[in-house]
């Protein structure tokens, strides 16, 4: 959560652009579903590649720019590279897309609020 006099403040510019920039990253279908697998675990390409259903070289690719972009994180484990989020403010946007998403398809347009 914003603090309370963060939240009082006009966004600067450059926070706009990094937060056009996160939304743009999220907009692909996979990347999402990436994204949404490594706010509930950690995974290694291997098992993200078995869960999203996506092919490896997609996903390898994918993980590079969720990391570039500072929204996934890696650690090697032996000869494994271990992906999570980044932190609980990627988490927590992750959640809310996607709970904003599931009501726009679940709840009458007059119970929306």
């Known amino acids: 959560m914003a603090s309370a006099s963060h939240s009082q403040l006009p966004p600067a510019d450059e926070e706009f652009e990094a937060a056009v920039g996160a939304l743009r990253l999220l907009a692909d279908p996979t990347r999402l579903r ?8 950690e995974h290694d390409v291997s098992t993200l590649v078995e869960l999203s259903g996506a092919p490896r070289a997609s ?18 484990d032996g000869r494994r590279m271990i992906y999570r989020a980044r932190d609980n403010h990627v988490r927590a946007l992750i959640a809310e897309v996607l ?3 599931y009501h726009l398809l679940h709840d009458p347009p007059g119970d929306r609020g």
């Open 34 to 41: 990436l994204m949404w697998l490594l706010t509930e675990d």
């Open 59 to 76: 996903v390898s690719q994918h993980l590079a720019k969720l990391r570039l972009a500072g929204m996934a994180l890696a650690r090697r």
């Open 99 to 101: 709970g904003h998403a």
